[in-house]
């Protein structure tokens, strides 16, 4: 099953399936939940890791992951959309696409799922599918609804099992605001201050924060978005390493090779001529 509506005029597209189509593997614009609704583990391979997602199980994945799933079968529940169909209507900064599911840390959300609210999420699930079939000038409007519904339900979820007590919201939204900000502006801003600059905050007060609740350093955040777009370019375009180092901001090209060698342990041509250093 795959169900999925489009507004052309805008280039908003929301959908949801049963399987992984190949669409929405090769194309990068998606914010998407993956509900493994089965028995048995789903395995995942997001960004080159191999990863288990158990049943009962939701994963929040942003359009910075490239995902494959190894025979979802009838276990698989995807929903994806893009920012034109959800976040230019709503100001709500918890439940939009910079909130606590998506670019909230450098890790995917995972939450767990008990029976209560497996049985909430199946029943809003089939009411998204039965929204589909309707052809309306209400259409659009509902399955905004309905998709909010579902991303209420799951921030609640995150609340509980992600945010620790002691932890300061206000916190959480700076790094929020900062992953938002790289993915933004990663191409032309290289340093902590040029994107703390950007936010009214000092360059030590984002460290500071990230240093409690992220695995990875501001700095690192903004070279793993570099070396992220580094690898796609490297590998879906003819671009020779010199050409995509000067469009990812780089006059240098020794800087930007020197930058890929550190963070991958690949030269550029390493990679693009080793399969096994992709990511699948």
Sequence with gaps: MHKEYSNKEIN???GISTSFPSEVVKNGNYLMFIWND????????????SILLQPGQIMCL????????????ESLKLLYFNKE????HTNDSEVSCNGLLFF???????LNLDEEEILRLRTLFDVLKEEFSVSDTNQEEMLRILLKRFIIRCTRL?????????DKESEIDLIRHF?????????????????AELMYKSPKTVTNVFSKYSEDTPLQV??????????????YTDKTAKEIGFELGYSDPAQFSKLFKNQTGFTTTEFKNSKESIPS
């Design 12 to 14: 908003a597209r929301f």
């Design 104 to 110: 909230g840390s450098n890790t995917s959300p995972t």
């Design 38 to 49: 089965g028995n048995s583990a789903l395995k995942l391979h997001i960004d080159g890791r």
């Design 222 to 235: 903004i070279h793993k978005r570099v070396i992220m777009e580094a690898k796609r370019m490297l590998f």
């Design 158 to 166: 995150a609340r509980k099992q992600i945010l620790k007590s002691d």
């Design 62 to 73: 942003t359009y910075l992951h490239k995902v494959q799933i190894d025979n979802p079968g």
């Design 85 to 88: 169909f959800y976040c230019v």
């Design 179 to 195: 992953n938002v900000l790289v993915e933004e502006h990663f191409k032309t801003k290289k340093t902590v201050s040029e994107i």
